[in-house]
């Protein structure tokens, strides 16, 4: 079994930022990408940013520029996603999805990103 957990989360004011974590583990995961998702309250889960085991990344329109994901240079299966100058529209539980291939993969329980006032 693989386990995914996040952390990092927390509350912000407009123009802060965050650095979110994601770590799998368990029996031998061979890590294929890790991406990021995120979901706010009455809307669907959206892609925020996914890294591959190669480094190419990929991110949302609505984050290009602010969130940057990263690979954990000394640790295997972990990665980071820093969240600069959030914004009100950010605040949602964030998902961090580990994968073996292109498709599934392994969910965490997510971690509360709030920017408030």
């Known amino acids: 079994q693989v386990q995914v957990v996040e952390s990092g989360g927390g509350s912000v004011q407009p123009g802060g930022s965050l650095r979110l974590s994601c770590a799998a583990s368990g029996r031998r995961f061979s890590m294929y990408s890790m991406l990021w998702y995120r979901q706010a309250p009455g809307k669907e889960r959206e892609f925020v940013a996914g890294?591959?085991?190669?480094?190419?990344?990929?991110y949302a329109d609505s984050v290009s520029g602010r969130f940057t994901i990263s690979r954990d240079s000394a640790k295997n299966a972990v990665i980071h996603l820093q969240m600069n100058n959030l914004k009100l529209e950010d605040t949602a539980v964030y998902y961090c999805n580990a994968r073996e291939n292109k498709y599934g993969g392994y969910w965490g329980q997510g971690t509360q990103v709030t920017v408030s006032q």
């Open positions: 890294i591959t085991l190669g480094g190419q990344t990929s």
